[in-house]
């Protein structure tokens, strides 16, 4: 008997409970340290850059994880591992809520880097794209916007929990919460068989495999647009109150104006569910401008510094979900999963690294210059998504010649398949 296909987009509700399970997923890895870091090294005595580089080694440790995870998905009801993602991140907060010495901290992050690397972005949207293709880009949108409220959510409850258990019964409590909630919502998430792709209609070109397009101009260019994001997210996540307070505002303000980096990202996905459609590769371009005009305004006026902040905030929200749909549109469903998890450790990589190397240029050379070096390295990724776009244009007449098409919905965020208008 053959499963049932699935023609259609996923529900809201199950784009709301994915959305739920990444705040619970980021909250207890990558956004964990903000709060909890600073009590972990009063009470332990160990090292302020022991402590924090811990989320730099799991980052790495995702990295080296990412395409593994990526080709599992891929496979015949692979997406069934990102069910125990949620076991194994409780099982390194755990190690670390025990340890006793640093070593073993460093252990838990390890193990909390691997789960990760099965549940977070990357793999979700990879199993995401692989079960629904083109119509799994509303998906995208939904679940980045439900889960952009982490930091909103779980810094306050981690806050509490602190004072009232300390940061090892915190970690403990929150390991319970993962070991809980998220095997049952991944299990009910991805129940049932592997979907079966639709016959194709008579005279229909078929789909290229994206594993074929990894060696291509377009995968490369993608990669190195989305790894210079996510420098340029790390870069101004860890630092941005540093970059404010060189621009001569004072504590009080920065914090005031950092506190709309968050809604504007939100925003922006919001008013992708409700304006036009667009292609990821015009999305893509619009991302990047709006990323390098807004860290250049924090090199001008200190009264630019907050339209900076909404700008960058602005682009870089659109940036989230492009990195599901841009690969999703440009290399179609086949393959990529496998795809997803290539593209994703360059990335992870770069966030691991950057913390410690804008640390070392902010010492050296001074917050302005780690500022231009930003600015510089934003200018270079709207040129290559521009690049991007013309390789795009070039490249479907190109395909239909060697005949193969894509299929894949050409929007930012997939509407319903008929009504869908590409724009180059």
Known sequence: MIPAIHTHA???????????????????????????????????????????????????????????????????????????????????????????????????????????????????????????????GKSFTYISLISGFCTTVIWPVLTLLLGQFGWRGTLLIYAAVLLIIILPIYTWAFAGNEPQRAPLAPGAIPEPAANQQAGSRTYYLVMINLTIGAILLTGISVHLIDILLGNHISLTAAVALGALLGPSQVGVRFLDLVLPAKSPVTGIAVSCAGVLTGVALLLGNPGLAGAGIILYGLGNGMRTILRGT??????????????????????LFAQACTPFIGGFLIQW?????????????????????????????????????????????PVLVARKPEKATAVY
């Not at 841009?326 to 990335?347: S, V």
């Open 10 to 136: 996923p529900s809201r509700k199950l784009s709301l409970v994915l959305g739920l399970s990444q705040i619970l997923l980021w909250g207890g890895s990558f956004f964990l340290m903000a709060i909890v870091g600073g009590p972990i090294v009063r009470d332990t005595g160990w090292s302020h850059e022991g402590v924090y580089g811990a989320l730099s080694v799991a980052l790495l440790v995702s990295g080296l994880m990412a395409p593994a995870i990526g080709r599992w998905i891929g496979k015949d009801r692979g997406e069934r591992i990102m069910r125990y993602s949620g076991m194994v991140m409780a099982a390194g907060l755990a190690i670390a809520a025990l340890a006793p010495h640093i070593m073993v901290f460093f252990l838990g992050w390890i193990v909390i880097g691997a789960g990760m690397a099965m549940g977070l972005y990357d793999a979700l949207f990879a199993a995401m794209g692989k079960r629904y293709g083109a119509t799994a």
């Open 326 to 347: 841009l690969p999703l549109h440009l290399f179609g469903a086949e393959g990529y999963a496998g795809t997803m998890g290539r593209l994703a450790r360059p990335q």
């Open 365 to 409: 050379a001074g917050i302005s210059a780690f500022v231009w070096v930003l600015t510089g390295l934003a200018v270079v990724n709207l040129f290559v998504a521009f690049l991007i776009r013309r390789n795009a244009t070039l490249n479907i007449p190109k395909r239909v010649e060697e005949g193969a098409v894509m299929k894949t919905t």
